[in-house]
Nanobody, 125 residues
Framework: QVQLVESGGGLVQAGGSLRLSCAAS????????MGWFRQALGKEREFVAA????????YYADSVKGRFTISRDNAKNTVYLQMNSLKPEDTAVYYC??????????????????WGQGTQVAVSS
């Protein structure tokens, strides 16, 4: 079992930046694939980015490539999402999640048994 707590959300103007953090506790953090998902009001939860246990494998959704960067610090049991050039369409609740492996299902919510409570990101135009 792993517990996840996100932080760093807030209100920012379009073109601005935010860095989200997800602190993990419980079982060995470094063994998990970590993902970020987001859910806008009235929409389904969607994949944003994922990073393998040692940072060697990284996926991004096409909508955030070149603007968002996922990283992790296994010594601090923390995964980050640096979000630059934010757009109003990035407005959503952002969730951190943990999975047991990195693979073809890494884009899918069902691959992640552990979730944080979410942090709100709002981007004004």
């Amino acid at each position: 079992q792993v517990q996840l707590v996100e932080s760093g959300g807030g209100l920012v103007q379009a073109g601005g930046s935010l860095r989200l953090s997800c602190a993990a506790s419980g079982r060995t953090f470094s063994s998990y694939t970590m993902g970020w998902f987001r859910q806008a009001l009235g929409k389904e939860r969607e994949f944003v980015a994922a990073i393998g246990w040692n940072g060697g494998l990284i996926y991004y959704a096409d909508s955030v490539k070149g603007r968002f960067t996922i990283s992790r610090d296994n010594a601090k049991n923390t995964v980050y999402l640096q979000m630059n050039s934010l757009k109003p369409e990035d407005t959503a609740v952002y969730y951190c999640a943990a999975a047991d492996r990195f693979g073809s299902s890494t884009y899918q919510t069902y691959a992640y048994p552990y979730w944080g409570q979410g942090t709100q990101v709002a981007v004004s135009s």
